[in-house]
């Protein structure tokens, strides 16, 4: 029963099977066939296409250039046909695929020749043209690196070819032939034409490095303004995708890189080449910055071609793009200076030229000043170091840069100077002395700051008459003269203190002659002058006379001797609002001291009268003598001109005895009052202290019950309290 049922389930199941395989293998059969029908079909279109397109070619190569892209879109279009499946073997199209391999490579070779012909001749439609060409076929990207490598190739072999010692020192090797192994150097007499050969070849690269930059730049316009007639996309959007950076850019980076590392390779290799550039780094310099402003200028001038020949609807876009279209010459990168990239290459022999250059101003100075030496340079001496400052910066004038290194170095070299001349200095006490005739030290002080002064005065010249000399560098040179300047200042001080101590003691020796006489007869004094009047006159004449006359630097003498004219005045005003008693006929020849004061301190300045506010009080002061102590406290002079403590002090000499100055109260001497007032300038303090003396006045008439106070003491608290309240 059992194998009844299985082999009825055997039966159904063989009967099933037949319905289902023999469909199955049908199907299977059937669906090859379709797939190979339709391979066929398609191999059958694409042979159709090749056909039709290879034959479309031919007639387009026969066209020329005008029909080169047409020819490249056709074999673009045949390169697709071509994509992905297996055309050898088919006998229809088998020379239809070898004319199609020749023609793509003739295409590509027409398009490379139209694209250097364009570029070398800058002409924006070849270029154009052979991009569209390379576009279409789809190798724009490759064949724009191939191209900018090619031009970094040639540029690296012009470099070293420029650098090569070998052909520089060709001329002299064809007379003298070297062994082997024997380094290629130039001989003693052919220096000079080795030097002229290296700089001649060194602005044909210039050249070439110029030339190559502006067809490259060339190159980027059209490709940023180029865009494809169908699909409208710029030709620069291909090549700087993926983040890549821009030809230009790519271009110079490498450019720059090849100059630093063959300049460094030659030069390590030569030592004449190492010496030529060191020695004459201005000269190169020179060269890099007219290379640098070739560049820039060949910029502006293809930016402003493009703009004015572009079509309306581009010129909008090239505006909106202007940004991205300006190359790295004309853009403000704060990521990448390419003038700096450019300049790296020259930083090892910029170091050694201005080492050298410091040694060249150094050595005439360690020269005329030798140790143990005791005199300062001599004309000559100083002519040949201002020669050599002004040569070092006319030499440097090529680059602002340069110019502003050098002019540290000469600043370096004016402090050096100084340096020099101040341990010629004497400090000792015969060069301070005002007694006797002028010692051996005063004299060497005296040229020494002449010779500070004719350094001063030359370099200064030198600097006024560079022209586009930058303003840093100026200022660098011209704060290195302000020490020389100081340094002159500091080496007649002492002088200047002995004379001021010196002309102070004359004046306070006033206070030992009679001012209480009264008027004589004939209403004159009986001597034009004071006694000390004329030891002030006599001293002074002496002093210019004997010390002052012997300095150079007449402008700087009386610099500082006018501020010891306005020193001595304002001392004989003090002393003189001082004295007590004080008579008519001590009016009167005290006038005539005011007059002859002039005279006095004429020969320590220009002119009295450019003395200013000092020469004011001397003039103002005179008439208060005759006036009356209520004139006084009115006079317009006071406060504006005349200090209020001054006349406070001078009102004293009016009031009777009791009343004290404030150096009598202080039972101070007239010297040590004199120093408290240089002590303290201030008016507020000398008020205070005239104050204290108005009080304790005061003070002793309430003592004695006195029953009325002098009358010039009301004038004085009203001018007190006047001062005070214009101190507030």
Not at 260 to 265: E, I, M, R, V
Request: a neutral charge; glycine letters at 4%; aromatic letters at 8%.
């Amino acid at each position: 029963m059992m194998q009844t049922r299985i082999g009825a389930l055997q039966s159904t199941v063989d009967r099933i099977r037949v319905k289902i395989v023999d469909p199955y293998n049908k199907i299977v059969s059937r669906t090859a066939q379709l797939a190979k029908l339709q391979a066929a079909c398609d191999l059958l279109r694409r042979i159709i296409r090749i056909l039709y397109l290879s034959k479309r070619l031919q007639g387009q190569l026969q066209g020329g250039s005008r029909e080169i892209t047409k020819a490249a879109q056709s074999l673009n279009e045949l390169d697709y046909l071509s994509q992905g499946i297996d055309l050898s073997g088919i006998e229809v199209i088998e020379n239809e695929l070898l004319f199609i391999a020749r023609a793509r490579l003739e295409v590509e070779n027409q398009a490379k020749r139209l694209l250097e012909q364009g570029v070398e001749t800058q002409n924006p439609t070849q270029v154009g043209t052979a991009l569209q060409v390379f576009h279409n076929l789809g190798t724009l990207k490759d064949t724009i690196a191939n191209v900018v490598d090619g031009y970094c190739t040639i540029l690296e072999e012009n470099i070293k070819n420029a650098l090569d010692i070998k052909v520089l020192t060709q001329p002299s090797q064809s007379i003298t032939r070297g062994g082997p192994g024997r380094a290629a150097m130039p001989t003693p007499g052919n220096t000079a034409a080795f030097r002229a050969a290296l700089w001649t070849n060194m602005e044909k690269l210039m050249d070439q490095i110029c030339a190559a930059c502006g067809q490259v730049q060339h190159l980027q316009k059209v490709l940023t303004k180029k865009r494809d007639p169908v699909s409208h996309v710029c030709f620069i959007e291909e090549i700087v995708k993926d983040r890549q950076s821009d030809i230009l850019y790519k271009f110079w980076t490498a450019a720059t890189q090849t100059l630093s590392s063959q300049f460094q390779s030659a030069t390590d290799s030569s030592m004449f080449l190492k010496q030529a550039f060191e020695g004459e780094y201005p000269k190169l310099l020179r060269l890099y910055n007219d290379l640098w402003k070739r560049l820039q200028q060949y910029s502006q001038n293809i930016q402003r071609n493009f703009n004015t020949s572009g079509t309306t609807d581009l010129f909008a876009e090239l505006q909106q793009m202007e940004e991205d279209t300006q190359d790295i010459f004309m853009q403000k990168n704060q990521d990448y200076d390419p003038e700096k990239a450019l300049k790296d290459s020259l930083q090892q022999y910029e170091a050694a030229y201005l080492s050298k250059s410091l040694s060249r101003l150094f050595d005439p100075i360690n020269l005329v000043f030798p140790p143990g030496g005791r005199n300062p340079p001599s004309s000559d001496e100083l002519d040949s170091i201002i020669k050599t400052i002004a040569s070092e910066l006319n030499v440097a004038a090529v680059d602002p840069d340069l110019s502003l290194a050098v002019a540290k170095n000469v600043a370096k070299t004016i402090q050096l100077y100084s340096v020099k001349s101040e341990q010629l200095l004497s400090t000792q006490g015969d060069a301070s002395q005002v007694i006797g005739p002028l010692t051996e030290a005063q004299r060497r002080n005296v040229a020494v700051v002449n010779s500070l002064y004719k350094l001063h005065q030359s370099v200064l010249k030198v600097i006024t008459n560079q022209s586009s000399f930058p303003a840093t560098a100026e200022q660098t040179v011209t704060t290195a003269l302000k020490a020389v300047h100081d340094l002159m200042g500091s080496a007649v001080q002492p002088l200047l203190s002995s004379v001021g101590d010196s002309v102070e003691a004359i004046i306070i020796t006033m206070h030992q002659e009679d001012f209480s006489g009264s008027l004589s007869s004939s209403g004159k004094p009986d001597v034009p002058c004071s006694l000390y009047m004329k030891e002030l006159q006599g001293f002074i004449a002496r002093v210019m006379s004997d010390y002052f006359r012997h300095f150079e630097c007449f402008d700087f003498v009386f610099d500082n001797t006018e501020a010891m004219a306005q020193r001595a005045i304002e001392l004989f005003i003090r002393n003189a609002s001082l004295i007590r008693p004080l008579g008519e006929g001590g009016k009167m020849r005290l006038a005539a001291d005011f007059a002859q004061m002039e005279l006095a301190v004429a020969p320590l300045c220009r002119r009295v009268s450019d003395l200013g506010k000092s020469y004011r009080q001397l003039r103002s002061f005179r008439p208060l003598l005759f006036q009356t102590s209520e004139h006084i406290a009115s006079s317009p002079a006071l406060g504006e001109v005349i200090p209020f403590s001054v006349i406070l002090q001078f009102l004293f000499t009016r009031a009777p005895p009791e009343l004290k100055s404030p150096f009598q109260r202080a039972e101070w001497s007239i010297a040590r009052y004199s120093q408290w007032l240089d002590d303290h300038p201030s008016e507020k303090d000398r008020l205070a202290l005239i104050r204290g003396a108005l009080e304790a006045y005061v003070q002793s008439v309430r003592t004695r019950e006195g029953k009325e106070f002098a009358p010039v003491y009301p004038i004085m608290v009203q001018l007190l309290q006047k001062a005070m309240s214009t101190l507030q």
